[in-house]
């Protein structure tokens, strides 16, 4: 089975969502959802018929704008001229794995039957979806309150055959690719420029990637700082199980779990240890790797509510018959649990920096910058002084973005929560995370040859053979860059 089908009366989880993405499954409607869009369709059209009443987005101007009545024959043409008005980003184009996700989260959202879309306008996203057919969205411009108006006001214009694509990896005319698939342009009706503008989708889809790779990024720090554990001779004992059971976080409790598993049956761990303690880069890895596992947690739990809720606005609840202007675009929740993923990363590749600082320092029997011939060759000197460097920036990007407001919209939107630049600074610091623990990979790798004819575990020591395959032991000093460069190859692709 190669399609997935949205029925929003089923939860879509963080889990499904992976397999979605990873299997690269085409998206449907169940005939449930496609009835519920169409009902509250038909239900609008029939509201604005028999009702003079202003209703905000449907006939009247946006934002402060809202008490200025629009006539009904501009109804269409006021939805249109939101979308191009709307369309002001700037900034590096996001990702194409970014936007993929954004597609599906605004299908997800719509299909629910309370945004008065119409059933053509939710099939065509799902054309571009399973086509690949790739809107051009810009990093800046949203404040993450009114929705992500200006990233989905981009991601949006190429259903009105305005804007860009990118397709088969390359940047065209939406109204080109339109042709050539024979797409054909949506004619917004009332309310349907709103319903496509207001929604979380940005911060959401940023936010669904970003806790994916962070689950890869929090199971890989264990296994090399283990690794690294080794290559240094540091003890065992600070991850005795009835340690933890006293103090019992449970992503405390699965780290140590996890290093324990990774080192049994070390040779390097029988030996006789002459140092009574470690440093704390090493003796609390479960308490600082745990911590960031219990973030992720939370932060997930978070994400994954969001995925499945309605976020645009006004909202169409015809059984109540009523129309509703509320907020639940503002992005506030997912500011705040972006702002914490980014610190916990942060500290991944801050304690990781820490441990690689060890083992070139030249001590319990490994020669300084772990290079056979220290002082004719620096070995790995200056790979430490690049993980202290990214380390550095992504501490400073750890500012919380979800702490600032700036008031817009002469005041009718006087408390934003900027989670959409809390969701692209965590989308920089991991990537830092990713370099720092490949940095701290390549050393742990050289110590371990050093050590030898000492072997570590089982587990380690297959993990070790599998990177040896992609990156060699440096004997004499040769480019870092592109052993660097490998490693990271290698963590991305483990």
Do not use: W
């Amino acid at each position: 089975m190669n399609t997935y089908q949205i029925n929003t009366q089923n939860k879509l989880t963080l889990t499904e969502l992976k397999n979605i993405i990873e299997n690269d499954l085409k998206l449907e409607l169940s005939v449930e959802t496609e009835k519920a869009i169409v009902d509250c369709r038909n239900f609008l059209d029939e509201k604005i018929k028999r009702s003079k009443s202003p209703v905000y987005g449907i006939n009247t101007g946006f934002g402060s704008l809202c008490n200025v009545v629009v006539p009904d024959n501009d109804l269409e043409k006021l939805q249109e001229n939101l979308v191009k008005s709307h369309a002001c980003g700037f900034g590096n184009q996001v990702p194409n794995d970014i936007v993929k996700l954004m597609l599906l989260l605004k299908i997800q959202s719509l299909s629910y039957g309370k945004s008065g879309v119409q059933l053509i306008t939710v099939k065509t996203l799902i054309q571009f979806y399973n086509l690949k057919i790739y809107p051009v969205v810009y990093e800046q411009g949203s404040l993450g309150a009114s929705g992500d108006l200006a990233p989905l006001a981009h991601l949006c214009l190429p259903l009105l055959g305005l804007g860009q694509v990118n397709y088969n990896g390359k940047n065209y005319s939406s109204a080109e690719i339109l042709t050539q698939q024979n797409i054909n342009a949506i004619k917004l009706k009332s309310k349907e420029g709103l319903a496509l503008l207001n929604g979380t989708q940005f911060m959401s889809a940023y936010g669904c990637y970003l806790v994916l790779k962070s689950q890869h990024i929090n199971e890989l720090a264990d296994k090399i700082a283990a690794m690294s554990l080794d290559a240094f001779d540091g003890r065992i004992d600070p991850f005795k199980e009835h340690l933890h059971t006293i103090r019992p976080h449970a992503g405390q409790l699965i780290t140590s779990k996890n290093i324990r598993n990774y080192l049994a049956g070390s040779e390097i761990q029988q030996q006789d240890k002459k140092h009574v303690q470690d440093p704390y880069s090493f003796r609390c890895i479960p308490q600082v790797h745990g911590a960031s596992k219990d973030t992720l947690n939370y932060v997930s739990s978070v994400i994954e509510t969001e995925i499945n809720s309605v976020t645009d606005n006004p909202t169409v609840f015809a059984e109540h018959d009523e129309i509703i202007s509320g907020g639940n675009f503002h992005g506030q929740p997912l500011a705040l649990v972006l702002d914490f993923l980014c610190i916990s990363l942060s500290e991944l590749a801050s304690i990781s920096e820490r441990r690689t600082y060890l083992l070139i320092s030249g001590q319990r029997g490994l020669p300084a910058f772990l290079t056979p011939q220290p002082g004719l060759n620096s070995g790995f000197m200056i790979p430490q002084y690049t993980a202290a460097s990214i380390v550095s920036q992504s501490k400073q990007l750890c500012t919380p973005a979800s702490a600032d407001s700036i008031v817009s919209s002469n005041g009718q939107e006087d408390h934003v929560s900027m989670g959409a630049n809390a969701a692209t600074k965590c989308y920089t610091v991991l990537n830092n995370t990713e370099k720092v623990l490949a940095i701290e990979l390549l050393n742990a790798a050289q110590a371990l040859d050093l050590k030898r004819p000492l072997k570590s575990s089982n587990v380690i020591e297959t993990f070790f053979n599998d990177f040896r395959k992609k990156v060699n032991f440096m004997q004499h000093d040769e480019l870092v860059h592109d052993l660097m460069k490998a490693s990271l190859n290698f963590i991305n692709k483990a």
